[in-house]
């Protein structure tokens, strides 16, 4: 009987003991230190759903995506944050567009999605940005994965990121079928001549688009401010467009 009321005390001073020590610190005691303060968690499936008052709208109003000049004056913990709501943020818009395509309805504002990858992309390049300066400051170097230039199978340039392998490059296969690079072949070079061509007569068509456009405000404001024309259009020489024989600064626009 003595070990048992022995052990009830044992039990009530540690009962005691446990409730004392999970108080929460009070400011007399620990001035200090600050509670965490943190938003309710719903955790059920809702949370991949719009809100219930945007089901069945035809637009949904939104703000614009974010500003790598905005991100750039952020903390990391700031851009930390950003980043998980803008992937939570994402995640709820495609699941509500793939709901919308099951249900053969219409997705309200797709454009929204693209307002949050933008805003993703601006954050990776902010983020990239420091790590670049960081490295660069310790090391000397950027830091970032070493790349080259090559040509695809059809002879068009894109950026190869080199990668460490467990196996030689000459014995991958994996390798071998995910990267193919350019071979000179007389159709390769048939059809690169023929995307020049193109790329060619679509760079001359904006730029003979953009000189009218120039003439044409010229023609209906004479006192047109040529230095922000110049910035806005600086393919366009404005002096050849002055000699223009459509340029007419004393035109007159009918009422």
Same mark, same amino acid.
């Given at each position: 009987? &003595? ?7 044992l039990i ?7 409730? +004392? @020590? ?12 600050? #509670?965490? $303060? +943190? +938003? ?12 219930? !008052? ?6 949904? !109003? $939104?703000?614009? @995506? ?8 952020k903390s #990391? @913990? ?10 939570? &943020? ?26 949050? &990858? ?10 990239? &940005? ?11 170097? +950027?830091? /970032? ?11 068009? %340039?894109?950026?190869?990121k080199e @990668? ?19 071979? %000179? ?12 061509? !193109?790329?060619?007569?679509?760079? *001359? ?28 259009? %600086?393919?366009?020489?404005? /002096? *050849?467009?002055?000699? $223009? ?11």
């Amino acid at each position: 009987m &003595e070990n048992l009321n022995k052990l009830k005390g044992l039990i009530n001073l540690f009962n005691n003991f446990r409730v +004392t @020590s999970l108080r929460a610190p009070t400011v007399h005691n620990f001035p200090s230190i600050r #509670n965490i $303060s +943190t +938003t309710i968690p719903k955790n059920d499936l809702m949370e991949f759903f719009d809100d219930k !008052k945007n089901w069945g709208a035809e637009e949904v !109003k $939104s703000g614009r @995506s974010w500003k790598i000049e905005e991100l750039r004056i952020k903390s #990391n @913990s700031d851009l930390h944050k950003l980043w998980y709501v803008l992937l939570k &943020e994402r995640n709820m818009l495609l699941t509500m567009e793939q709901e919308c395509n099951d249900q053969v309805r219409l997705f309200p504002s797709p454009e929204r999605i693209d307002k949050v &990858e933008d805003s993703m992309e601006n954050l990776e390049t902010v983020i990239r &940005e420091r790590n670049v300066a960081y490295h660069q400051l310790e090391t000397g170097e +950027t830091g /970032e994965r070493p790349g080259r230039m090559e040509k695809d199978p059809f002879g068009l %340039p894109f950026y190869y990121k080199e @990668s460490e392998y467990a196996i030689p490059k000459e014995m991958n296969e994996e390798w071998h079928k995910k990267y193919r690079f350019f071979k %000179p072949d007389k159709d390769v070079k048939a059809f690169l001549l023929k995307y020049r061509e !193109k790329e060619y007569l679509a760079k *001359k068509r904006a730029q003979r688009r953009d000189f009218n456009h120039v003439i044409g405000l010229m023609n209906r404001f004479p006192n047109l401010d040529m230095e922000a024309v110049k910035e806005q259009y %600086p393919d366009v020489d404005i /002096e *050849k467009a002055k000699a $223009s024989r459509r340029y007419r600064p004393y035109f007159q626009p009918k009422e």
